[in-house]
């Protein structure tokens, strides 16, 4: 199925996609470059990928199909997994006697071509299609979700308003409510459905009439369903039960933990139950057992910016301090950075509040306030542990705050977080909470602060570019010239560029949120300057800090995320929520 440059130029022409001096350019252009001139044309905006798609179809031989309007039988659908479907784009919609129809985007994906044949014992006959039908297919992934879940709560709950009674329930009628199957199965639906929807938390809100469903996907909380008041005592029970909480207990809120596990992930969930007037509501925070695999530059750090960090992190003492409000990403870069480092020839001990993921070879510790071990104390503790890294969750009084200090000046890597609105701004935060300006200046060094924001899908969103008064407004927010300069060290957009010429993107889609999966970080990165070090000694305001980080080459939060949308991975919009918060 492989196929040459020259057969490409021959069915373009012959399809009257393109003029043949435009493709004749490009040709001379790849041979120059030694790049491909199927890159070259979607690049520069001669084709589109759909139209290649479609001439791909006439050479290779593989039937094209418009799916815009297809509705798939939930069987056949499922027989490719949701997330690999989403990952490469391929799914399956028709089973005939020949075998089994697999609409695709990209017939020369061998990774997903290799799974199809293990995975699934019948013949396939590959089809191509366009991005617009694959992203409607995959939506019924969702429609489907969604009613298989919904089909089982209802059938459930019909069992659970038949024993349901209005009167209060003692602790032991509450256990065995919990342990009732239609409760446990209304649960483990619920459970299921925000692992398999990745949801970053789980809102069980009880009112007068209903009980609220809300999953938190990509930072914002939408309705996922709602459940007659009836099903309000067996859902709470059953999740105080999986926590190990008390039942009798809902005068008083309560923290708890459970996990899940099954062939292929574990999952935990964090669990805070706080008593309302309509009965008590349960938050429950989704973490994946595990983070490694994240990478800084996956995070959304690039270019001289990812370069200090790294050059952070390959120092053997001192302190990395990462800011921003709750969360903003906070501990998963933490954690990133201390999967890079995590190699056997160090000590990497941490302190926590919570664990919120589990790494190999690391040494984890819980802070139980309750029985003395603070955030201090078990600092204190852990420098008598031989460590050559030490991650602190969060530097939150003055206590912590000379400790982590003395144990940078003591020959560790000190990792930690605090919760200030800038990177300039942790400075004077830091010696608000009593560490010494002449200790500081002689263990950090660098301060990164970050935001999320959703990323859109590449399918899904087009290329527009600002108005005259956009741009204006834009250059009123942000440094222009120096995002651009960015842009074009980087080789994002052309030298010489000029910013009515650079392109934006958004949705194309009327439903907004189909149009985003995922989340990227949006940074700025303070290097600790000779100059920096100076501003500490005098006891210099946050702006002034900041303006200096300017002046060397800082660039700040919104202009990061306005380069990323200018690289269509965000739009100005998400940024601009994302740094007003």
């Known amino acids: 199925m492989i196929y040459s440059d020259s057969q490409l130029k021959n069915f373009l022409l012959d399809s009257h996609l393109i003029a043949k001096t435009d493709l004749e350019a490009v040709e001379q252009e790849a041979e120059a470059s030694h790049g491909r001139v199927e890159d070259l044309l979607l690049a520069k905006g001669l084709v589109t990928e759909d139209d290649l798609r479609r001439v791909k179809s006439h050479m290779l031989g593989i039937p094209f199909v418009d799916l815009k309007k297809e509705k798939v039988d939930k069987e056949i659908l499922s027989l490719i997994p949701e997330p690999i479907a989403r990952k490469h784009n391929i799914i399956a919609y028709h089973r005939t006697e020949a075998g089994l129809e697999v609409a695709m985007l990209d017939p020369l994906d061998l990774e997903a071509i290799d799974f199809l044949k293990k995975g699934l014992d019948v013949k396939i006959l590959p089809r191509l299609t366009d991005s617009e039908s694959i992203r409607e297919l995959l939506l019924q992934y969702q429609k489907s979700l969604k009613a298989e879940f919904g089909d089982i709560i209802s059938r459930e709950l019909k069992v659970i308003n038949q024993k349901e009674g209005g009167e209060e329930k003692d602790e032991a009628e509450l256990k065995k409510l919990a342990e009732d199957l239609p409760v446990i199965k209304i649960v483990d639906a619920l459970l299921s459905h925000a692992i398999l929807q990745k949801a970053s938390d789980i809102h069980i809100e009880p009112y007068e009439k209903e009980l609220v469903i809300r999953y938190r996907l990509d930072g914002l909380l939408h ?6 008041k009836e099903a309000s005592a067996g859902v709470i029970a059953r999740i105080k ?3 190990n909480l008390r039942l009798d207990e809902k005068r008083l809120p309560q923290d708890g933990r459970f996990k899940i596990e099954d062939a292929s992930q574990k999952v935990s969930f964090r669990v805070s139950i706080l008593p309302t007037y309509f009965g008590e509501k349960i938050v429950m925070r989704l973490l994946p057992d595990t983070v490694s695999g994240f990478t800084l530059e996956g995070l959304g750090f690039h270019g ?7 050059r952070a992190t390959n120092s053997s003492v001192g302190m990395i301090l990462v800011t921003g409000p709750t969360g903003s990403g906070k501990t998963t870069t933490l954690y990133t950075i201390l999967d890079i480092l995590n190699k056997p020839d160090v000590n990497i001990s941490t302190v926590e509040d919570p664990i919120e993921y589990q790494l190999p070879r690391v040494n984890q510790t819980q802070v139980k306030p309750d029985i003395g071990l603070t955030f201090g104390s078990g600092l204190r503790a852990l420098v008598r542990q031989d460590p050559d890294i030490i991650m602190v969750g969060e530097i939150r009084d003055k206590e912590t705050a000379n400790l982590a200090v003395n144990a940078a000046l003591t020959g560790h890597l000190v990792l930690s977080t605090l919760h200030t609105n800038s990177a300039a701004g942790t400075i004077p935060r830091f010696l608000d909470m009593g560490a010494e300006p002449f200790l500081l200046v002689s263990t950090l060094n660098i301060v990164i602060a970050q935001r999320l924001v959703r990323k859109l899908v590449p399918e ?6 600002l108005s005259p008064a956009e741009l204006k407004e834009l250059g009123e927010k942000i ?3 120096l995002v651009l300069k960015a842009l074009i060290d980087e080789k994002i957009v052309p030298e010489k560029t000029v910013w009515e010429k650079v392109p934006f993107y958004h949705s194309k889609s009327p439903k907004d949120e189909e149009a ?3 989340r990227i970080g949006i940074h700025e990165v303070l290097d600790v300057s000779r100059a920096i070090k100076d501003l500490i000694m005098k006891n210099a305001t946050a702006d002034e800090v900041n303006d200096q980080a300017k002046k060397e080459g800082m ?13 269509g991975i965000t739009t100005i919009e998400e940024v601009y929520r994302a740094t007003s918060e």
Request: no cysteine; proline share 5%.
């Open 304 to 310: 001289p910016w990812l370069e200090r960090i790294q």
């Open 241 to 243: 039960v999986l926590s």
């Open 223 to 228: 309705d996922a369903m709602i459940l007659p």
């Open 479 to 481: 440094n222009l010239d």
């Open 460 to 465: 899904l969103r087009e290329e527009y570019f």
């Open 516 to 518: 985003f999966r995922g």
């Open 555 to 567: 660039i700040s939060m919104m202009e990061d995320g306005i380069f990323k949308a200018v690289m």
